[in-house]
């Protein structure tokens, strides 16, 4: 069991929250990026008001005095919340504002997305005056990197098929791997 109650105030109540947390010794530091980690001994002492309508542990934290006609609205998710007139989801389940890659726009339509499947042309409208097209993806091929030479800046190991940017870190390599007879 851990120790810490994790807290994400509402966006009302950050401020609030804050000033309570850095006035506790020692003080309470954040997890995230609105979410505080309150020793669960300490909670008890937090006052109630800036506790109303937080995240406590992934709940909603509501009073057992609180007008049930202040509670807020629940979402179509069924996880988060409406505040201050604004969708909030920040319930680490809630898939609303995640995107979903379900198919490819293209000038024909829409299409399924096939995963492997080349992606469609774009039109050269849709590059600025001073782009520069991609290299063509055979270019970059296997067969290419079995050359006799290998390119400028690389440095291949003679004990096995590692290569290296530096002289220096193919030496220090056939010296560790290889030991004195990788040269």
């Known amino acids: 069991m851990t120790d810490m109650i994790e807290i994400q105030p509402t966006r009302a109540q950050r401020r609030a929250?804050?000033?309570w947390a850095v006035a506790q010794v020692p003080k309470i530091r954040t997890v995230g990026i609105n979410t505080f980690a309150v020793p669960?001994?300490?909670?008890?002492?937090?006052?109630?008001?800036?506790?109303?309508?937080?995240?406590?542990?992934?709940?909603?934290?509501?009073?057992?005095?609180?007008?049930?006609?202040?509670?807020?609205?629940?979402?179509?998710?069924?996880?988060?919340?409406?505040?201050?007139?604004?969708?909030?989801?920040?319930?680490?389940?809630?898939?609303?504002?995640?995107?979903?890659l379900v198919g490819v726009a293209s000038a024909d339509g829409f299409r399924e997305a096939v995963p492997g499947e080349p992606l469609p042309e774009v039109p050269a409208e849709a590059y600025g005056p001073d782009s520069t097209p991609l290299p063509d993806a055979s270019e970059h091929s296997d067969s290419s990197n079995s050359a006799a030479e290998p390119p400028e800046g690389v440095f291949p190991c003679d004990g096995c098929d590692r290569e290296f940017t530096t002289a220096r870190g193919r030496d220090t390599h056939n010296r560790q791997a290889h030991g004195p007879q990788g040269r």
């Open 40 to 100: 669960a001994g300490l909670f008890t002492e937090a006052p109630e008001e800036i506790l109303i309508g937080s995240l406590v542990d992934g709940h909603r934290y509501v009073s057992p005095d609180g007008d049930t006609a202040e509670k807020p609205r629940l979402l179509d998710c069924g996880l988060c919340y409406e505040e201050d007139g604004e969708e909030v989801h920040p319930h680490p389940e809630c898939t609303v504002g995640r995107p979903e």
């Open 17 to 19: 929250f804050a000033a």
